[in-house]
Nanobody
């Protein structure tokens, strides 16, 4: 079971770092992604990263240059560093894990966390 944490309330222009862990400590076995969802929109892709610490990364255009996805295999934890936050980044953020696929398509991910709320005030 995946668990995302680190969300909260932040002013526009601020930063937050989200973390993702697996309850059984197996996150290292999977490619990982972050998605976000608001009441008005379907769950959308944010970023993804391959299995290793230096794994390939992919970002949505809306967050490129502001967000950084990473992982620490020693800690079995994935991260999403979010800088220069905007009000439109307000959403519930979900981490997800994929056994074989990765990338922007939700269908490639096998496991999902419960989500963490990020609220950016303008």
């Amino acid at each position: 079971q995946l668990q995302a944490s680190g969300g909260g309330l932040v002013q526009a222009g601020g930063s937050l770092r989200l973390s993702c862990t697996a309850s059984d400590g197996t996150l290292n076995l999977y490619n990982m992604g972050w998605f976000r969802q608001t009441p008005e929109k379907d769950r959308e892709f944010v970023a993804s990263i391959g299995r290793t610490n230096g794994g390939s990364t992919l970002y949505a255009d809306s967050v490129k240059g502001r967000f950084t996805i990473s992982r620490d295999t020693a800690k079995n934890t994935g991260y999403l560093q979010m800088n220069t936050l905007k009000s439109e980044d307000t959403a519930v953020y979900y981490c997800a894990a994929a056994s074989t696929g990765w990338g922007s398509q939700k269908s490639r991910y096998d496991y999902w966390g419960q989500g963490t709320q990020v609220t950016v005030s303008s």
